[in-house]
């Protein structure tokens, strides 16, 4: 027996579409919530982290 989610997401409202998904997952772990949110601020950190890293590398170098 498994629990599985199936979602139909619209790309176009990500981040409302993602808040959907996460509050769906939540709900169903209640008792484990802390931990899921911690989880998921870690790999969005780490997102955040390489998107800035790759930003920086295309922003040419300013010489004074």
Known sequence: MTHTLQVEMD???????LTQVISAVLSSHPLNQKEILTALDLEIGNALAAVEIREQKNIPEVID
Not at 11 to 17: A, D, R, S, T
Request: proline residues 14%.
């Open 11 to 17: 790309l176009n409202k990500p981040v409302e579409e």
